[in-house]
């Protein structure tokens, strides 16, 4: 998590080339949530989150313990990469 931007920390960054240090998912139900940023002291993350509805789907601030408590789980094997890639390999899974 120490690699993990504080929030802010990449506001200059275009949204498609930010880099995505982690994803939880609810595989379930086709959640997932593609981290960026990251305040470590209040587990305050901002990233993108897609409640399995691409239309809706939008970045913002987003509450580790509130994933966690609502049973998403970290990908453990997950590799950090551009937001772009990050969304490729999604879309290719799904198919």
Do not use: R, V
């Amino acid at each position: 998590m120490e690699q993990i931007p504080k929030l802010y920390e990449t506001e200059s960054i275009g949204l498609q080339d930010k880099i995505i240090y982690q994803k939880y998912e609810i595989s379930a139900i086709g959640f997932y949530w593609l981290i960026a940023e990251l305040d470590g002291k209040t587990n305050t993350a901002f990233g993108y989150a897609n409640l399995h509805d691409d239309a809706n789907a939008e970045w913002g601030y987003i509450s580790i313990e509130e994933l966690l408590d609502n049973g998403a789980q970290l990908i453990q094997d997950w590799k950090p990469c551009k937001f772009s890639e990050a969304m490729k390999m999604i879309k290719e899974n799904e198919a």
